[in-house]
């Protein structure tokens, strides 16, 4: 019986480690989506929620790229989490940002959800994959918002601001959510912009959050092909400022290449604090000129001046020749490292480019689309060198994880063998023992 046990025993081990080399070799792809969120905690830029490109229905999805390592944009690796939110019900317009005592903790507002259970907030702790719902002390009357961008400060204050709700209103309420000690307020609105949603909006160095664009008509009708909306979005001639400390608005008028009105586009802080570098977006109709290749702007801080940045880069595989690669609107955009890394959305070919765009950003004189995430702060560093790493890192994984399943296997197949065996011979000693016995008894 003893080796019985320990056959089955090693069966059930090759059985798993079988099965943990099979889901190594067999990389998880995400389905395309856009309208998620995205948080970058240590080294892991995480992905959560949203809605399926091809049908615009909520989707189930939690995951996660490791940027600790260099990367090549057409073969991610990512990592499945989805297991761990099944407390999160499905809803895409969320907004997150990575807060709490210890700046570690992913913080979800809000979002469009069918089910009413679904919390105002929600937090996930890394370290232990744990999510949970809270509740949050002070004001009692905050309802539930989505398609905005919330921002987060120096002193881990969540700043949410205008969006819609779930009666389809669009407000310009600020709300400010303290992340240490989870307690609500209301900042001002003397002087706010009109209400909108889907703009964009950044924290800038001296604490102050800069909106931008945007949309005022929950009517207005969206082509995922065009990009276009109708004439429904705001103008991008004015941008907004509101100052944490002082808890008050202020209106700048930009001068230069204005940007055409739009909103669902992404925005991000340049690495020397002094521009803006927004992307892609849903365009009015008319008076946009060539838009792909107007698709990416800067917004000079020091005399709020718009400008087209010199772009040169790589041509992206399986794009039919092309150098820059689609605008897309609902996406996401983080800076990681010297990259500004735009994640899915709409408008873009799966089939010809990749989920992620890096963009290196890191010269302000020529930015650089690139397919190799380098995680060194280097500029000079190689991206071919990066390529190699990352193939490299990749061939090494499947050399070893095909040699322990032989290895495994061949352990395996050996104590089948010994144990079928060792059986048989059982067996015929039983027979022999039996036959005789049977035979007395006639």
Known sequence: MSKNILVYFLLWILLLVLVDVNCQLTPFKPSGLFRHTTTLIDNELYILGGSLTSNYTLVKGFFYLDISVPFNTQELSWQDRSSTINKIPL??????????????????YGGLTNDPKMALIYTFDPLHSVWNSQEIVGINNTIRRQSLTGVIDYNGKFYL?????????????????????LSWRKGSLVNAPTARYHFGATLLPNNKIIYIGGGDDITSKFNNETLSIGDTALSLREVYIYDTINDNWDTKNTTGEIPSNRYGFSTIL?????????????????????????SLYVLDLTNFNWYIPKITGKIFPNSGGKIFPNPRAFHKANVISRYMVITFGVGYDRKAESDILLLDISNNEEYVWTTSFDPSPSP????????????????????VGSLLSGIFLSVGSFFLYKWNKNKQN??????????????SNC
């Open 426 to 439: 059982q067996n015929h000693i039983t027979r022999t023992v039996l036959i005789p016995h049977s035979y």
């Open 161 to 181: 601001w205008g969006g819609v709700t779930s009666n389809n209103i669009i407000v310009n309420e600020m709300l400010i959510l303290n992340t240490i000690n």
């Open 380 to 399: 000079s560093s190689s991206s071919q060198t990066s390529n190699n790493s990352s193939d490299n890192s990749k061939m090494v994984g499947a050399i």
């Open 270 to 294: 340049g690495l020397d604090g002094q521009r803006i570098i927004i992307y892609g977006g849903a365009f009015n109709d008319s008076g946009y000129g060539d838009y792909r290749d107007s």
């Open 91 to 108: 809803h895409d317009g969320a907004t997150s940002v990575k807060g709490g005592a210890n700046n570690d903790t992913l913080f979800l």
